[in-house]
């Protein structure tokens, strides 16, 4: 048993005795190194907030999202573009040794090693150093990092055809009549995975824009032309035909004879 000093009595007993715990000091002990969080800490947050929403906003306001056709998950010649920040993985995909048969390389392997190394990065490098130039390990991935990323990035904008990128996706207004049987059931399995969903070009020509007549097209389909097959033992000479005028009818028209023409044949379903 103790005695002496550190005891205590209370009543007929002998208590330890012990100093009550400091309370936590007022932030006001510290001016200028401390705050409160409500109010002052969240509305310097909610400003931040509320000026780059702003901004954000401002700019989408200012350059607002292109918009396309429909998708048509039958136009195979459409060639997708991902947004800014992922173009380096959409250029490295382009290298030889991260593309076709090495493509798990590039779309797997190599973007797994990154994250992989993101991961890790705490116990590749644990120093306590908060000099960038102290922690070579960690200061090497991220420049090395930053690099690869700009460069590819650069590259895939400067490199790109950006005009058969608009071309592709553009709305074009035309007497196209999805509904009708030689589209559906000849034209939509033939001709839309080269000429597009809405037959106004992919990897093959624009069909709507040219003036053919009904005699070049079926010359076209019969014999094949470039690296056109020729269809003259898959399809009826009747199928042939029937797809050579309707894509001889085709032509350009504009947005309002387009509206025009969408409300004249829903008021004659009716």
């Known amino acids: ?58 700019l989408t306001v200012a350059h607002p999202a292109p ?24 250029q490295i995909l382009k290298y ?30 644990n120093s306590k150093e908060r000099k960038w130039t102290r922690r070579p390990v960690t200061a090497a991935m991220m420049l090395i990092s930053f690099g ?32 009708d049987p030689v589209f559906q059931d000849i034209i939509r399995s033939n001709c839309t995975s080269c000429h597009g969903g809405e037959l106004t070009g992919g990897s093959g020509p624009n069909l709507i824009e040219p003036d053919l007549n009904a005699e070049t097209v079926q010359a076209f389909v019969e014999n094949g032309t470039g690296e056109m097959p020729a269809f003259k033992d898959q399809l009826t000479d009747e199928e042939i035909q029937q797809v050579s005028e309707f894509v001889a009818n085709l032509e350009l028209t504009s947005e309002e004879d387009a509206t025009n023409s969408t409300n004249d044949s829903d008021v004659s379903e009716e």
């Open 96 to 125: 030889t040794y991260a593309s076709g048969p090495f493509n798990i390389i590039g779309a797997i392997v190599m973007p797994g090693i990154a994250v992989g190394a993101l991961l890790l990065a705490p116990w590749l490098d």
């Open 67 to 90: 918009l396309e056709r429909v998708a048509d998950p039958t136009d195979t010649g459409y060639i997708p573009l991902p947004d800014w920040y992922f173009l380096f993985l959409y």
């Open 148 to 179: 690869i990323i700009f460069y590819t990035t650069w590259e895939s904008v400067a490199y790109h055809d950006w005009e058969t990128q608009n071309q592709q996706g553009q709305i074009v207004f035309s007497n196209l009549d999805t509904e």
């Open 1 to 58: 048993m103790k005695r002496g000093k550190g005891l205590t009595f209370v009543g007929d007993s002998r208590v330890q005795k012990y100093d009550k715990p400091k309370l936590n000091r007022d932030y006001s002990e510290f001016p200028g190194r401390t705050e409160e969080f409500y109010p002052d800490f969240l509305l310097k947050e909610w400003v931040t907030g509320a000026v780059f929403l702003i901004g954000f906003l401002c």
